[in-house]
């Protein structure tokens, strides 16, 4: 498995940096973003690294769909949800900020107009794992 010293997420999938983990499979990891959209903004990668989708195998992007699939049920339920977005950027121009491939599966409320990424604040880990035991439960 391909592996970036310097990636977070790479970080995160060997259990070196903290996380919320909502799902772990043999190819496939689900956590909480830190500076959610809205609680409950789940983030879907493969456990290797890939830079974006131009980089990633076609079999194991399937892989991470369909779990971006499942787990958009869970957080819909967790969150009571009017609607899920499902977000994939690509590259420095699309808003892409984390150079290994992720999903974002966000929680969506009516009427609600979303900030940009760079707006965020970082949650505290209490209130994420909270979520993340909610997320879960439907799993």
Do not use: W
């Amino acid at each position: 498995m391909t592996f970036d010293e310097s990636c977070i997420f790479c970080k995160i999938v060997r259990k070196q940096a903290p996380a919320s983990i909502i799902y772990e499979d043999e190819a496939v990891m689900v956590f909480l973003d830190i500076r959610p959209l809205n609680m409950g903004h789940t983030l879907v990668i493969p456990k290797a690294h890939y830079v974006d989708i131009f980089d990633i195998p076609q079999n194991l992007l399937s892989q991470v769909h369909k779990v971006a699939k499942l787990v958009s049920f869970a957080v819909k339920k967790a969150t009571s949800a009017d609607g899920i977005s499902i977000i994939q950027q690509n590259g420095k121009a699309a808003g892409q900020d984390i150079f290994h491939l992720h999903v974002h599966v966000v929680p969506r409320f009516e009427g609600q107009k979303l900030p940009h990424f760079s707006d965020l604040k970082e949650v505290e880990r209490a209130k994420l794992d909270e979520m993340a035991k909610k997320i879960k439960q439907p799993l």
